[in-house]
């Protein structure tokens, strides 16, 4: 049985519903991202979650517990906020100490633990230390720390990262991947930024508008997103318009600018096919293109490439092989498999 | 860099001194000099009937050194400030908190309505309290004693009780803006982060919010003391002349008996007495929250 369980869960606001009916299962020790852009719903269902926020319609169950009825207080979960929300007024032990206050650990037991919890995030020595009298990055520590230490059933991280210069940001993403590892708390973690969530997670969930668009891992909610959205939100994508037109034995045909193939298409009519920038590559025939820019990126060369479906962005890896130059002609290919084809509304 | 020398002052710093020299030699005309000169004058004599008499003497000084009658007026004019401050702290701090709390177009209006009466004179805000509550005829005191509750008028007029009342009224603004302030400075999510760690809703109250708000409980704790122990409008309506305090026992020496010296020796002394207590106690609170709040 599922250990988190969201069935139906909505809110709205006055007449904005900012979570519409979604459905979410977290199994234990997991670690789902929700990703989505800014104002999908993702605080929203995060706070649901974690009490602050009365659900207009649903149902949140907590290992098979129903928890409309349970206070914030009663659910025992850690909940990192963007902002970190730290207590100013106490020092980075007091801070961590606070939820072991709350639940009457004595003394002892609570400075050990407290001690202990710093020592993970890597704060050993920082005990009397004010937040104000801390980095960005040792604040988020002890935001984690705090969160931790009460051994919640469930960790909830709102942004945590987000307030972190890009370097700083990394490394906490494989130092909250590691400790979430070993301690092996459930984690939901709710993002913005997509290689965190593919960086970190077992699961994605991609948001859109309250909508949950796909569910799944982020190998798959990448290569075969399920829908446009979740194409163009999870990485850069090429997107082509073309033509599907069916041929004899239920083969399509595929015409894209002057390249045509066959493949196994469900539609037929004015499409758009969504390729990824490093799934094309470079050969004697295929869809005719001229290379505008040629941007080296130490690893891969970044192209720009005029065709007439379009400006056609590729990513070549820096394997040693000799790359066409700027001005000059080359043919792009893809696979059928790393393609996305989808109706193209504008046309017909 | 720092080459020149005091006596060739570079154009920039004479300039510079160009520019402040009108507001300065304006300080100085209105609060420096007549300061120096009522400090000069508490050390004058005065007669009945030879006026005032500049030598440097120490009469003023003595008398109230030694009259229990300016013990008990500074006594009381203190007691009344420290009393005003607990109060408006008491009130003030619930009040901005729920006002923080609120909704947008609440959030505005009750903030006006806190606000408002620093838009009305004192005066008036104080008349008004002496209308409801002034003896036989004071609106509240006859409806009270219509319907019975009381058989005799509330004592409020020419006591202590509504010097306080009606002074803490017109401090009320002073507390709640600085109170308000600190809690604009609270993270929105605090709260929730106590709530989640397990704290009920009374801990969340005294162990973070209130430590919080704490400066600026004490910041606008100086400043009601200090408006308050100064103050004349309202002590001079509702205490009048049988309930003196230090203001209008230095307006009523200088603009009734014309013993100015005598004024001025208790208004120096006012001045004095507010300066070392609003000093140290913000030295005080620096020290306290210096590692808390830069
Ligand atoms: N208290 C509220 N009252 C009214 N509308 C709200 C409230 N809280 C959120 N909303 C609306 O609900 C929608 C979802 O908000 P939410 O905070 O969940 O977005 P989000 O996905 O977390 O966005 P972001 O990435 O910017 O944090 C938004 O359109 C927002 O304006
Ligand atoms: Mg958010």
Redesign the pocket.
């Known amino acids: 049985m599922a250990f988190l369980e969201l069935q139906n869960v909505t809110?709205t606001?006055?007449d904005?519903t900012?979570?519409n009916a979604i459905n979410l299962t977290v199994q234990k020790g997991e670690f789902v991202s929700l990703l989505?852009?800014?104002?999908?719903?993702?605080?929203?269902?995060?706070?649901m979650i974690a009490g602050f926020?009365p659900l207009t319609k649903g149902i949140i169950r907590l290992d098979g517990r129903d928890l409309s009825n349970v206070k914030p207080a009663e659910r025992g979960l850690g909940i990192v906020f963007?902002s970190y929300a730290l207590f100013p007024h106490m020092t980075a032990a007091q801070n961590v100490a606070f939820g072991l206050e709350m639940r009457s650990i004595p003394r002892s037991d609570r400075d050990q633990r407290v001690r202990d919890a710093l020592a993970l995030v890597g704060l050993a020595g920082y005990e009397e230390r004010f937040p104000r009298r801390m980095s960005g990055g040792q604040q988020q520590r002890v935001a984690l720390a705090r969160a931790l230490v009460i051994r919640p059933q469930i960790l909830l991280l709102?942004?945590p990262l987000s307030n972190l210069d890009a370097k700083l940001r990394e490394e906490m993403q494989i130092e909250l991947r590691q400790i979430q590892r070993n301690l092996g708390t459930t984690t939901i973690l709710?993002t913005?930024d997509q290689h965190e969530a593919m960086a970190l997670s077992d699961r994605i969930v991609v948001?859109n508008k309250?909508d949950i668009e796909q569910i799944g891992s982020p190998q798959d909610t990448y290569h075969s997103p399920a829908s446009a959205f979740v194409a163009t939100f999870l990485g850069k994508t090429n997107a082509f318009e073309g033509e599907v037109q069916v041929a004899q034995g239920g083969i399509s045909r595929i015409i894209v600018g002057d390249h045509v193939y066959t493949a196994s298409a469900h539609i037929k009519g004015p499409v758009i096919i969504s390729v990824r920038p490093e799934r094309i590559s470079f050969a004697k025939a295929g869809l005719r293109g001229t290379v505008c820019t040629r941007i080296f990126r130490g690893n891969h060369w970044l192209f720009q490439i005029k065709t007439i479906a379009g400006v056609a962005t590729v990513i070549r890896q820096n394997d040693g092989t000799s790359m066409p130059e700027e001005g000059h002609d080359v043919h792009l290919v893809w696979r059928e498999e790393d393609t996305f084809v989808r109706a193209n509304s504008k046309v017909g | 860099m720092q080459s020149s020398s005091p006596l060739f002052l570079s154009t920039q710093t004479r300039s510079a001194w160009g520019l402040i020299l009108p507001s300065l030699a304006l300080f100085l005309a209105v609060v420096i000099i007549p300061l120096i000169m009522t400090v000069m004058l508490s050390f004058h004599d005065w007669g009945q009937y030879k006026g005032i008499e500049t030598v440097f003497i120490l009469k003023n000084w003595y008398e109230i050194w030694s009259d229990s009658y300016f013990h008990e007026m500074f006594a009381r004019t203190f007691r009344i400030a420290v009393l005003v401050t607990f109060i408006t702290m008491a009130l003030g701090a619930p009040e901005a908190y729920i006002l923080n709390r609120m909704r947008a177009p609440w959030k505005g209006v009750f903030l006006l309505v806190i606000l408002g009466p620093l838009l009305i004179s004192v005066v008036a805000r104080t008349l008004g309290w002496a209308l409801l509550f002034g003896g036989k005829n004071g609106v509240v005191n006859m409806a009270l004693m219509k319907i019975g509750v009381i058989d005799a008028p509330l004592p409020f007029m020419f006591t202590e009780t509504g010097v306080v009342i009606a002074l803490s009224h017109v401090m009320m603004p002073f507390m709640v803006l600085s109170i308000w302030a600190a809690l604009q400075k609270l993270d929105p999510q605090i709260e929730n982060a106590a709530l989640s760690l397990g704290a009920s809703q009374l801990t969340v109250m005294r162990r973070i919010i209130f430590p919080q708000i704490m400066p600026g409980l004490l910041s606008g704790g100086i400043i009601v003391f200090s408006l308050a122990a100064s103050a004349f409008a309202t002590p001079a309506i509702i205490g009048g002349r049988r309930l003196k305090v230090a203001a209008t026992l230095a307006y009523d020496e200088f603009l009734n008996t014309l013993n100015w010296p005598l004024g001025a020796a208790v208004a120096v002394l006012l001045l004095v007495a507010l300066v070392i207590i609003v000093v140290s106690s913000n030295a005080l609170i620096e020290r306290r929250y210096k590692a808390v709040f830069e």
């Open positions: 809110k606001f006055g904005h900012a979570v989505g852009p800014s104002g999908c719903g993702k605080t929203t269902t995060l706070q926020v963007q709102d942004e709710v913005h948001m309250g």
